[in-house]
């Protein structure tokens, strides 16, 4: 590709770099911000044109930024399960798992994928806060033999539906038997990469775990080439896909203020268990005794959001704080304004109304069902691959309402 002028971008030396850094600036990434002490590409132009590459064919997205937590030896398994409220006793090697990480009140420090590389070897795949420090804390008291530290690992998720096309130009056809989250190591021409059937979009996709640093653009080169004839594009984690999906972003959708009975996911906390996880005490006292908010979908009324907001908008029910929308974005394929918002109890049932305060006026939003397209995740969790390939949705076409 033809050479572009590169822009500096600098938050300070404190603020590390990917190992894709510079191929992201030469791909086109227009503007960054910080997730786990690192750069993280936000803008490859369009947003909008960005969800339909997602959707329609594929993108390739720097998420080095998902720091992974590396436990091992003789008690690793037993740390592991520590550190959750989910059970991790039927965790096959070479499975993942989407868990939640909480503290002594139940309330949720991060909300990671957990891969079990082998029986003693765990990695925790990071949202955005400093898990590390907390699982060296709670290691030095636990009386468990365990090490726990940073790897020299730095993911990319290539996400899309022609993406399992791209892994078979990539590592060949026993790609097509790694189901929903699981692993597989591979070596593309050399270069060490853990494969798992995992992403943060919702559609069918992967994450490519780089094993040796000093080969990331090396790596992103060879995707981008492999990709071309699928018509792969650099791009970023998608918001207008992820709220589509109902994914929650850590920090804007919970925090450690929040905990898992709020957010419906009442799955991932396992209190029958044998093991004393941290926060055990604390959940079965918050089942037992109920949430006063829950988190809902909501439809906002109105023009098409110039944006996904900045910052937490106020509801309101009969003149009454209600509670507030966390995350909101227009959806070319919906069209319509979708959200997450967090509500009190009272407030949580399907067709309540709000008043809301926007930076684009006051205007109304409904409770409704939420994920908001491909309720059952038909597309990402395809027990094959190439079952998973969406017709292709050109912006104008209108989709049933949510």
């Known amino acids: 590709m033809a050479a572009q002028e590169q822009k500096e971008f600098g938050f300070g030396t404190q603020i590390r770099k990917s190992t894709y850094f510079d191929a992201t600036v030469r791909w ?37 930024v998902e720091r992974q ?4 030896g003789p008690d690793a398994a037993e740390f592991a399960q520590l550190l959750t409220p989910r059970d991790l006793s039927k965790c096959a090697v070479g499975q993942c ?23 003693n070897r765990f ?36 996400q899309g539906p022609e993406s399992c096309r791209i892994m078979e130009a990539l ?15 591979y ?11 995992t992403g943060w979009s919702s559609e069918l996709g992967y994450e490519l775990y780089l094993l040796d640093d000093s080969k990331g653009e090396e790596l992103w080169e060879k995707i981008m080439a492999a990709g071309a004839p699928f018509g792969l594009k650099p791009g970023h984690t998608s918001t207008i896909r992820r709220i589509e999906g109902g994914m929650l972003s850590y920090r804007a959708d919970m925090d450690i203020t ?76 919906l069209r319509q304004n979708i959200g997450l918002a967090m509500v009190g109890v009272d407030f949580a049932e399907t067709g309540t109304r709000f008043d809301i305060e926007t930076p684009y006026g006051r205007t109304t939003a409904t409770v409704v069902d939420k994920p908001f397209y491909d309720p059952k995740k038909q ?16 912006p104008a076409r209108l989709l049933a309402q949510a």
Request: net charge negative.
């Open 97 to 119: 798992k989407y868990v939640l990480i909480t503290n002594a009140e139940g309330g949720i420090l991060n909300d990671p994928i957990m891969l079990r590389l082998e029986e």
């Open 187 to 197: 070596d593309i021409d050399g270069i060490p990469v853990i494969v798992s059937r």
């Open 69 to 72: 937590v590396e436990i091992t």
């Open 379 to 394: 597309i990402a969790v395809a027990i094959s691959p190439k079952q998973a390939v969406n017709e292709p949705m050109p």
């Open 171 to 185: 590592v060949g056809d026993s790609i097509n038997d790694l189901r929903y989250f699981w692993l597989r190591e």
């Open 28 to 64: 086109g990434a227009k503007g960054f911000s910080v997730y786990n002490h690192m750069y993280i590409p936000r803008d490859f132009g369009d947003p909008e044109q960005n969800f339909w590459n997602l959707v329609n064919t594929a993108i390739l997205c720097d998420v080095a």
């Open 123 to 158: 990695w925790i795949s990071l949202a955005d806060s400093d898990i590390l420090l907390w699982a060296q804390g709670v290691a030095i008291n636990s009386g468990l033999d365990v090490q726990i530290f940073e790897p020299d690992v730095s993911p990319l998720q290539l």
């Open 258 to 333: 929040t905990n898992p009975y709020e957010l419906g996911m009442d799955r991932l906390v396992d209190l029958d268990i044998e093991a004393n996880f941290i926060g055990k005490a604390a959940l079965k006292r918050i089942r037992d005794q109920g949430v006063s908010r829950k988190q809902v979908g909501v439809v906002i009324d109105g023009p098409a959001l110039a944006g996904p907001n900045v910052k937490f908008w106020a509801l309101e029910a009969n003149g009454k704080p209600a509670g507030k929308v966390t995350s909101a974005v227009y959806s070319p394929r």
